[in-house]
């Protein structure tokens, strides 16, 4: 799942459709899901779009990848993670939660929290970055016996909110490098920079 409702006011709005290197920013995380797929860590994908935002819907379906509307995306991340849940099939036993202005998250971090969750590692796993060990790492995979702990979740808080570093049921993968978001558009453009 790809939470990608938020209304980016540090952007200034477009946050996802801005480019970097040609493209709009959500791609990157769009093309990371199509691989995923292929490689078969994942069995589907939906984009938790805004009310209203043809341009986000039409990005994803051109990748091949179902919708999820928030009507009202001002309550936050919360109630994107909540609707994009109900949305997932009874059969599936967890979601990997992907942010959509996170372009540079890599395929062998995904595989490396998918073999986790099948090891029984933890109910929640998330990647601890070597060059930021301090900060909560994405994407985060939920195991389905967490889901309902999500109705607990207020404005912009996710399930890193309910397991905090040292929590039962948190298992943190190690992840070389760094995942850095884009916030504003001075992020955007030092994102392009250090990755021409």
Same mark, same amino acid.
């Given at each position: ?151 607990? =979740? ?33 992020? =955007? ?8």
């Amino acid at each position: 799942m790809v939470l990608a409702a938020g209304s980016a006011r540090r952007f200034a709005g477009a946050k996802l459709l801005a480019p970097l290197h040609g493209r709009p920013l959500a791609a990157y995380v769009l093309d990371l899901v199509r691989r995923a797929h292929a490689a078969g860590l994942i069995t589907g994908a939906r984009l938790v779009v805004a009310a209203g935002d043809t341009a986000m819907a039409e990005l994803a379906r051109s990748a091949g990848v179902g919708t999820v509307v928030n009507e009202a995306p001002v309550r936050g991340l919360s109630s994107s993670l909540r609707l994009g849940l109900a949305a997932l099939g009874s059969d599936t036993g967890a979601a990997l939660l992907l942010l959509g202005d996170q372009p540079l998250v890599r395929l062998e971090v995904v595989a490396g929290l998918v073999g986790a969750w099948r090891e029984g590692r933890g109910v929640v796993v998330r990647p601890r970055y070597a060059e930021a060990p301090d900060e909560p790492g994405h994407p985060v995979l939920a195991d389905r016996s967490v889901w309902p702990l999500a109705d607990r =979740l207020e404005a912009d808080a996710g399930f890193g909110a309910l397991f905090p570093p040292g929590s039962a049921g948190l298992a943190l993968v190690a992840a070389a490098g760094r995942n850095p978001d884009v916030d504003t558009p001075a992020d =955007l453009h030092t994102l392009e920079g250090s990755s021409s």
